[in-house]
């Protein structure tokens, strides 16, 4: 594999460990700043078709899916985490 393919696949696995890893309100915030992310650099550079367009608006973008992300965990869930029983079913409780 090349250098352009390893390191990408690899920070997609670091993402994908680190979010089994957290709140539901953490999961939220970091699906909200990757979509984000995405978005804004797609607009960046239909817009300015150049590479600091799509960088500021794929920043851009992170933030704002971020905030959204966090800010739109219900409630009840806000500080609870989920628990896979040896049954398989989750339940939602304080986190350990």
Do not use: F, H, K, W
């Not at 390893?6 to 990757?34: K, M, S």
């Not at 367009?53 to 905030?67: E, N």
């Not at 040896?86 to 304080?94: K, L, S, V, W």
Request: charged share 10%.
């Amino acid at each position: 594999m090349t250098r352009r393919t390893i390191l990408p696949l690899t920070l997609a696995t670091v993402a994908a460990i680190v979010v089994g890893c957290a709140t539901e309100q953490n999961q939220r915030g970091l699906g909200g700043a990757l979509v984000g992310a995405g978005t804004g650099a797609v607009a960046g550079q239909l817009i300015g078709r150049n590479t600091t367009s799509t960088v500021a608006g794929a920043a851009g973008g992170a933030l704002v899916g971020a905030a959204i992300g966090t800010a739109t965990t219900p409630s009840y869930n806000r500080g609870n985490c989920r628990y896979r029983q040896p049954d398989g079913t989750i339940i939602i409780a304080r986190c350990r």
